[in-house]
């Protein structure tokens, strides 16, 4: 699975970027809702491929079980269509991504085993 793509990189490189879309983010996220929840972003990433699977698996067991902790505080909050308490929301420096990195060595791996697979060795005579 490819991670999707970031223009966060590009505005990184960018100071005009960066701050053009940085309160336009800000809002985004707070829109969203999920930190209301008390989700991070990486939280709403979905584990229906092998790749996903392997990067949870990769996860430290406290960080595993704060990640399925917030998922499912987050589902009774919605059963119930309640949310959290302000002081209790998500704050955005705590927002940190901690699957994505993972999900990025994943396909750096990927690609590297791809390219080893296919690799052709050629004989000089």
Known sequence: MPVAPSLYSAAVKRPWL???FKPLAGWY????????????ADDLILEEN????QALSRLPPKENYDRIY????ATQLSLQHKIL???EWTKPEEDVPYLT???EQLQAELKEKDA??????LKNH
């Open 29 to 40: 996220s707070n829109a969203a809702g999920y930190r209301q929840m008390g989700l991070k």
């Open 85 to 87: 308490p302000k002081h």
């Open 116 to 121: 080893l697979d296919t690799l052709t060795v």
């Open 50 to 53: 092998e790749t996903v699977l």
């Open 70 to 73: 917030r998922i499912r505080r």
């Open 101 to 103: 990195p993972i999900l």
């Open 18 to 20: 960066m701050s053009l």
